[in-house]
Nanobody, 121 residues
Framework: QVQLVESGGGLVQPGGSLRLSCVASGSIRRINTMGWYRQAPGKQRELVAT???????NDAASVKGRFTISRDNAKNTVYLQMNSLKPEDTAVYYCNADILEYGKFTLANYWGQGTQVTVSS
């Protein structure tokens, strides 16, 4: 059973920083793309950033220059460094990954449970 567990959310003032982490565990043979998505109240879930196993990244326009996605393949972990946070960044942030499990032949997509980020003074 594969699990994604996020951590690092919380309450921060505008202009502040937070670092989110997401660890994948279970019978993992390989992880392809990992990413972060967010969902604000009353809005659809949206892409924040993704990173391939080779380190290529894709960022949403709204976070370019403020957020940085990175990963540690040896630890099956993806990070999101969030700087210059704004109230409109308030949302539940979800980790996502395409994972190939041992004994299987196709990738499966997994989601974490989400971590709340609130930006407010």
């Amino acid at each position: 059973q594969v699990q994604l567990v996020e951590s690092g959310g919380g309450l921060v003032q505008p202009g502040g920083s937070l670092r989110l982490s997401c660890v994948a565990s279970g019978s993992i043979r390989r992880i392809n793309t990992m990413g972060w998505y967010r969902q604000a109240p009353g809005k659809q879930r949206e892409l924040v950033a993704t990173i391939t196993s080779g380190g290529s990244t894709n960022d949403a326009a709204s976070v370019k220059g403020r957020f940085t996605i990175s990963r540690d393949n040896a630890k099956n972990t993806v990070y999101l460094q969030m700087n210059s946070l704004k109230p409109e960044d308030t949302a539940v942030y979800y980790c996502n990954a395409d994972i190939l499990e041992y004994g299987k032949f196709t990738l499966a997509n997994y989601w974490g449970q989400g971590t709340q980020v609130t930006v407010s003074s």
